[in-house]
């Protein structure tokens, strides 16, 4: 008996251990990425920190696989059709020079960004993809930035107010624009689905 008590005493004691370790999930983040080219670190950088503070984060495409613009290759959890982003904390979307050619006009995601905004979850975007906020029209009168590109910077002056700036927030809308500035980024959005 004695044999079979004391391994069971030492599993509950490590089991508990290893349960009072384990982090409480605060919510879901989905972010998106282009099938080509979307930029590596701005999926990865803002993705560890989702995670470090309690996200769980799951990765949305046009594709199952996706490859960045410096050779990351991603299996994503979700083609774009299959989310329901009711069910997400934020939507963030993530630049590239893939952006400009699989997201900027594609009516799934056009059509998720209005319906995050509308249910009052934080959305945001980075680099080039801001210009997705924009065609969505949820940057009508509101501040925003996306990267030093002059067709984006044009597209964004049409429907908002354009801040040549790092990292601006308006309301529940977080845009930012380069990846030197993914940390600021993520930091700021977590700010947001915390308010």
Known sequence: MKKIVLPLVVLLILGTCCVSEKKEEKGKILMIIAPKDFRDEELSVP??????????????????????????????????????????????IVGGSGSRYYLWNNRKLIDMVKKAYNEDRVVAAICLSPVVLANSGILKGKEATVFPDPEAVSILKKYAIYKNENVVVSGRIVTASSPKYAKNFAESILEKISE
């Open 47 to 92: 993705e560890e920190i989702f995670e470090k503070n309690g996200y769980r984060v799951y990765i949305a495409s046009t594709e199952k696989e996706a490859t960045g613009m410096l050779g990351k290759r991603v299996s994503v959890d979700y083609l774009l059709e299959d989310v329901d982003i009711s069910e997400y904390d934020a939507l963030v």
